[in-house]
């Protein structure tokens, strides 16, 4: 008759020997396995991104991070352009980009639908749960056979339901003490790091980031108010359109990629609303606008409702201090003047500061702030963040 030790020794031999036995086997203690099971994984607590980087050992462990492109190669990581469903890049922080601190996640099939990113680009920036052998992918750190993904719900940057994110940490790392025009280079600096969209890209940002946060189906248009189906966009009569808050014969950039597709400055908008406030410069007064309750214009200026008085402010002042004419596009700057034409300038600063003081921030700006950062062009309005900025730089 074998004995326990026998047996122990021909289980090793048939190299099983992590298979967990019980206490029924053998008349007393368990055997335990060092590698978890899939179920003793989910159980337990998720390891940070740099954790499971540290932790290359095919063990079943969960991780916890937020998803920051695809790995295309060893140190290649793409956030646009995604060739397939069959991988993930997660990290710590959603604005990481260096990819030794990025694990690569491999997609079976049966993930691939729900997390690819070319499938679904719009999980870029959120924060999930991933479960699987910790064993290198592309040959970096990563994570095989995953047996499952889940986003982790309230920390999803895309949830119009979540409370306003918080000052994003480490972005804006240079600029303290700094004030005037030392302070608006050093912003120029930061926030010209970011993903340039296609116009066509446009559409599918604003149905994100401008989605209503009582109707998932639907946009808000900025000027009206209006609620309206995110399907309702084209070019015809009571659509939606692409706004320009920063008019785009001003300094003629068009809708070329950069200035002319940047979303922290394009917004939906009823078809003839948008027509009728045109090319205006802004400020206070002037008749009704037909469709458009709140708003006023008269020959040279437009007023939009008070709600978003200071989001138009701090959009116009982000244009002038992300486009100052070192980037092959024109020196976008605010001045005190109504009837700027095709100049790269818009008014009137005086007006605009008087907005951004009286409309602080609210949670719709700060999350749509938050989305373009997470999900689209990967930088930030630095006046929705420091509101405080506008009188220290204008």
């Not at 940490?169 to 340039?196: F, M, N, P, R």
């Not at 005086?350 to 950062?373: C, G, H, M, T, Y």
Request: charged residues 20%; hydrophobic residues 35%; proline residues 7%.
């Amino acid at each position: 008759m074998r004995t326990r030790s026998t047996i122990k020794r021909s289980l090793a031999t048939l190299g099983v020997l992590a298979l967990a036995t019980t206490p029924a086997a053998f008349g007393q203690g368990a055997y335990a396995s060092p590698h978890p099971t899939v179920a003793q994984a989910a159980a337990a607590a998720p390891l940070t991104v740099a954790q499971a980087i540290g932790t290359q050992t095919s063990a079943v462990q969960p991780v916890r991070g937020y998803i920051v492109g695809q790995p295309t190669a060893t140190t290649t990581v793409v956030r646009s352009g995604f060739p397939n469903d069959y991988a993930i890049a997660l990290a710590d922080s959603p604005s990481e980009t260096s990819t030794a601190k990025m694990l690569y996640v491999q997609l079976p099939s049966a993930l691939r639908a729900a997390w690819g990113l070319k499938s679904h680009p719009g999980n870029l920036g959120k924060q999930v749960d991933a479960t699987g052998a910790l064993s290198a992918y592309f040959s970096h750190p990563g994570m095989k056979d995953a047996s499952s993904i889940a986003a982790t719900g309230s920390t999803d940057p895309g949830d119009p339901g979540d409370p306003p994110p918080s000052d994003p940490g480490s972005y804006y790392d240079g600029t303290g003490g700094l004030s005037g025009a030392a302070l608006k280079a050093k912003l120029h600096e930061i926030i010209s790091k970011q993903t340039v969209l296609s116009y066509d890209g446009v559409w599918d940002a604003l149905k994100d980031t401008d989605q209503d946060p009582n109707n998932s189906n639907n946009v808000i248009e900025v000027y009206s108010g209006t609620s309206t189906p995110k399907s309702n966009n084209g070019g015809g009569v009571d659509n939606w359109n692409r706004e320009h808050v920063w008019a785009k014969s001003h300094g003629d950039f068009g809708t070329t990629p950069g200035p002319g597709t940047d979303v922290h400055h394009l917004r939906p908008e009823d078809v003839s609303v948008n027509a009728d406030r045109g090319n205006l410069d802004f400020d206070n007064g002037g008749g009704a606008v037909d469709q458009c309750p709140g708003c006023a214009s008269d020959s040279d200026s437009w007023q939009p409702r008070d709600a978003v008085k200071g989001d138009v402010a701090r959009m116009i002042f982000y244009m002038a201090v992300r486009y100052d004419g070192t980037d092959a596009f024109a020196d976008l700057e605010v001045n005190d003047k109504v009837n700027n034409g095709t100049a790269p300038n818009i008014g009137k600063v005086s007006v605009l500061k008087q907005w951004s003081q009286e409309d602080p921030p609210d949670a719709f700006e700060q999350r749509r702030n938050e989305v373009i950062f997470t999900t689209w062009q990967h930088n930030r309005n630095p006046f929705i963040d420091h509101p405080e900025w506008v009188a220290s730089i204008f």
